[in-house]
């Protein structure tokens, strides 16, 4: 018997038990319909928090401001908290660094470890590049349009990287391609590999006027000068430059106020902790590192508790629809598979004939495939323009009802569909296996034990 001829069958089969068939159509409708509108509301919600995450995903963190964490600690952290890694970075205190050696800065200091760029000068290619203060520094201020001028100096201020710690967090570059769509943060070249190297942005050295292609920059020498009253000062000396970053890595959160010019090594005698940030893989993940290691040095960032809240509720809205979905589909599988028992049962002596005709478990196998794979062809059909439908429906009772947040997108549905597909012929594989099993016992004797 051909595959074609098989199919003749399964369909001839359906229409001779129509209302068995039609029972089971209208049952695969419905599993259907749950399936795809749990699914789609399901990744609606799921899709919203992830992105409320994402947006503030480099919050995933809480710092010390007066304790160092030693490799052993940072081990039993990762191991314990699911810590991602410790970020220590220090600050070059450039004014101290003048005042200690008697060197009167040109331009009064913003604070004690920052300076107007109106005193910054650099040295590349034996050019000299003096630093503008034009007022377009707008890093980690709220409100840009309405700053004060004074607040917007450009500020000259540097960053030590501690060797062997975590230089970018996966917070950080998830945040940062969800805000700017781009993967890496720069622009040319890489992160430190060796001493005396050091990274700036690209708004650092369009403050200096270098411009056009950064890309020549990398592998460069650099000299940092202070402008002083009695000449200039040096505070980097032939420093390599082995990365530019991409200024707008440093407008997600947790980059705002950190220094965007990084040093490989400094003087440590001027450096002093700015803080050290304690990453996590996610925000609850930080908030078991918090409270199973709570000091007075540990501190904890606000939205860290905020979204930390918001994961709990999308763990426990998954795990609430998941169990509500769960007890209705097996409800409904069940239903439809007693009444797919009862259509197989109705033709055991038509099957025990076919046996012993000669037809081949393998066949009898794609026979009842056939037959149930039709039908839930036919409930698609019905079901997927349905529950768009409904879906629309539902659409415009939570826009009036809730916000437009939570509802199921073009993605989403088309997403919903293709699982509902999967579980459907993942149930029709499964249930044909089943009944297919049982056919092998049938035989013309023993038809009646079946009947």
Not at 336 to 357: E, L, S
Request: net charge negative; glycine share 6%.
């Amino acid at each position: 018997m051909k595959i074609i001829d098989i199919i003749r069958l399964a369909t001839k089969n359906i229409f001779s038990s129509l209302k068995m068939a039609i029972s089971i159509l209208l049952g695969f409708i419905i599993i259907m319909e749950i399936v795809m509108v749990s699914s789609g509301y399901g990744l609606a919600v799921n899709n919203y928090i992830v992105d409320i995450i994402n947006s503030n995903s480099s919050g995933a963190y809480c710092y010390s401001m007066f304790e160092r964490f030693n490799d052993n600690d940072i081990k039993e952290y990762k191991y314990d908290s699911k810590v991602e890694g410790i970020q220590v970075l220090k600050n070059y205190n450039v004014y101290k660094y003048c005042e200690d050696n008697d060197k009167k800065i040109a331009a009064p200091p913003l604070l004690d470890d920052e300076i107007s760029f109106d005193a910054a000068i650099m040295k590349l290619d034996n050019q000299t590049y003096k630093g503008k203060n034009d007022f377009t520094y707008d890093f980690g201020l709220d409100n840009p349009a309405s700053t004060a001028r004074t607040e917007k100096i450009v500020k000259f201020r540097i960053g030590v990287m501690e060797e062997d710690n975590l230089q970018f967090a996966e917070g950080e570059l998830s945040e940062y391609k969800n805000k700017f769509n781009k993967i890496s943060p720069f622009l040319a070249g890489k992160e430190f590999t060796g001493k005396n190297q050091i990274i700036l942005t690209d708004y650092m050295l369009e403050k200096f006027g270098i411009s056009t292609e950064i890309m020549n920059c990398i592998g460069k020498k650099i000299s940092l000068f202070i402008d002083a009253e009695d000449g200039e000062f040096c505070i980097v000396d032939n420093y390599e430059i082995c990365g530019i970053l991409d200024s707008d890595f440093f407008r997600i959160k947790s980059r705002t106020n950190t220094p965007q010019i990084l040093l490989s090594n400094a003087n440590p005698e001027y450096c002093n902790i700015f803080y050290e940030r304690i990453f996590g893989n996610s925000f609850r993940d930080i908030m078991e590192f918090y409270n199973n290691n709570e000091s007075d040095a540990i501190f904890i960032d606000e939205k860290t508790l905020e979204y930390a809240e918001v994961e709990a509720q999308q763990l426990l809205f998954n795990e609430v629809v998941l169990v509500i979905c769960f007890v209705i589909l097996i409800a409904v599988v069940v239903f439809v598979y007693i009444i797919i028992f009862f259509y197989f049962k109705k033709r055991t002596r038509y099957v025990c004939i076919q046996r012993a005709m000669g037809l081949g478990g393998g066949k009898i196998y794609l026979l009842i495939f056939n037959e149930l794979l039709m039908m839930g062809v036919a409930a698609a059909i019905v079901a997927v323009p349905l529950c768009y439908g409904l879906i629309l429906e539902l659409n415009n009772v939570i826009r009036l009802a809730v916000s437009d947040s939570f509802l199921v997108l073009k993605n989403d549905y088309l997403m919903a569909v293709g699982i509902a597909m999967i579980f459907m012929m993942f149930m029709i594989t499964i249930i044909s296996v089943i009944e297919y099993r049982k056919t092998k016992e049938y035989t013309v004797v023993n038809r009646d034990k079946f009947v």
